[in-house]
């Protein structure tokens, strides 16, 4: 049961690529390659991670013209849509852009005079791409600077807002927008201005926000708050660790609200000396297995019989602590029990065989963790229907394992 209940904030809907923003489209994920961009292959590499990771849309730098030239070469080879990064030369984004940017980025703090934001915006329809107006705190123009001393609320709503008016004035309406600062309570504030004041959709981020244990607090914090008032529409977790991490933080933001589910939702106790497995250890084993899977199911944790058979009722997939054996519950309901040998295993087998009810699933790599359990449960169903009459075969999954 959803106790949530979150109306978004209304917004036009735009389209990255084949990607969706705004209006009733589900929330979207992305990142950013930390690569040189005229590095083609480590930054094509990185961008297929962050693909695998689940991210709907990647941002790459481009400061100069070889990395405008490699952006085309990237674009070729990357099946997520990609935007362009653009700071202080305008024609850096008109060059990214005729090399099949999916949309540009600039900084009104830093792009130059009106003739060149004009030459821009020109360029993007032209071509049919949107741009996103980012407004950061940290290079808000001079004059504002000089205006109100020092960076607020009001300030970077100034900004943004004298760069919607030149947007408008040009009547393009195929952008989004943020307004982002390393200070939780300044960028809150902002938004909940901006969001009053626009109808374009929102992109939400937390600038600079830290490495991954302090970001990810401070980026929950803030970006949780407008997105519980339904303001948001697609987010960057900005952290100072592996662009991957910032996908998995940002799926697990919004599954923790209920605005979107990618993979698996845990439910895990911080564990105590009344566990009968070592809980923590399990879990590490489990998420790094079952990182594979993108569609929904819960799965409790629970190391003992305090909160066990209560979360586990309420999931797909559990395991309740017990002595002598742990107690596995499938869709609601006890189904059997089991030591702690092989308990991991045990319980991705338990997983997957949940999430293949009546969905055929394949898997690229034979040696991988997905294809050896599938690969153990096809030998043992194979083995059980064997020994029957009659055939089974259409009311399971087909499971393909094959050679790239």
């Known amino acids: 049961m959803n106790f949530l209940k979150i109306k978004r904030r209304y917004s036009l809907k735009i389209k990255v690529g084949d990607v969706e923003i705004g209006g009733d489209a589900p929330i979207s994920v992305q990142s950013m390659t930390n690569t040189k961009t005229e590095d083609v292959q480590a930054t094509i590499d990185q961008v297929k991670q962050l693909e695998d990771a689940g991210a709907d849309l990647v941002r790459i730098s481009v400061p100069n013209e070889e990395a405008a030239t490699a952006f085309k070469l990237i674009k070729k080879d990357s099946n997520v849509p990609l935007i362009a990064d653009i700071h202080f030369d305008y024609k850096m984004g008109i060059l990214a852009a005729k090399n099949g940017a999916d949309c540009l980025r600039i900084n009104p703090g830093n792009i130059g005079n009106i003739d060149r934001v004009k030459e821009v915006v020109k360029c993007a329809e032209d071509i049919g791409i949107p741009i996103r107006v980012g407004v950061n705190a940290g290079s808000l123009e001079k004059k504002l600077q000089k205006k109100y001393g020092e960076p607020t609320p009001e300030a970077l709503v100034e900004s943004a807002m004298n760069h919607v008016d030149i947007l408008e004035s040009l009547n393009f309406q195929n952008f989004k927008l943020s307004i982002k600062a390393s200070d939780v309570g300044m960028m809150v504030e902002s938004y909940r201005i901006i969001a009053k004041m626009i109808k374009q959709p929102l992109h939400l981020g937390l600038t600079e ?31 100072a660790s592996d662009p991957v991490d910032e996908i998995k933080v940002g799926f697990d933001l919004l599954k923790s609200l209920k605005l979107r589910s990618k993979g698996i939702n845990f439910i895990a106790c911080p564990s105590c000396s009344r566990q009968n497995f070592n809980v923590i250890e399990t879990m590490n084993q489990l998420e790094a297995r079952l990182e594979d899977i993108r569609e929904n199911i819960d799965v409790a944790v629970i190391g003992c019989y305090v909160n066990g058979p209560g979360e586990s009722k309420a999931a797909h997939v559990g395991i309740t602590g017990a002595d002598p054996n742990n107690l596995i519950y499938i869709d609601g309901e006890p189904d059997h029990k089991i030591g702690n040998e092989n308990l991991v295993e045990h319980l991705e087998k338990q997983i997957r065989e949940e999430m293949d009810k009546g969905t055929p699933t394949v898997s690229s790599n034979p040696m991988d963790p997905a294809s050896l359990a599938y690969r153990e449960i096809a030998r043992k169903m194979t083995a059980t229907l064997s020994m029957r009459k009659k055939d089974y075969s259409a009311a399971f999954p087909k499971i393909v394992i094959q050679n790239d």
């Open 209 to 239: 926000a830290g490495g991954f244990r302090s970001g990810t607090v401070k980026s929950s914090i803030a970006m949780g708050a407008l997105l519980m008032d339904g303001i948001g529409d697609t987010i960057r977790v900005s952290l």
